[in-house]
C-alpha cells in the first residue's frame, strides 16, 4: 500500500509542477504579443522567457513519464 501513496504523492508534485509552469507560459505569450506594438526587443525577451517555460513544461512531463512510466 506505501507505494501507490507516494507514488499518488509524486504524481501531485508533478502536477503541481506542471500548473506553474504553464502558469507563466501562457501570460508570456499575451505579454511577448502586446510588448510587440510597444518595443519589439522586449517582445523579443518575453518570448525567449516564453520558450524557457516551455522548455520546462516539456521538462516535467519527460521526468514525470520517466518516474512514472
Known sequence: MKPTILIEKTAKRWKRLELLVLGLLFPTLLAGLGL??????????????????????????????????
Do not use: E, N, R, T
Open 36 to 69: 510587440m506594438y510597444v518595443s519589439f526587443a522586449a517582445a523579443i525577451a518575453a518570448w525567449i522567457l516564453a520558450g524557457l517555460c516551455f522548455a520546462g513544461f516539456c521538462a516535467v512531463k519527460i521526468m514525470a513519464w520517466y518516474y512514472h512510466g
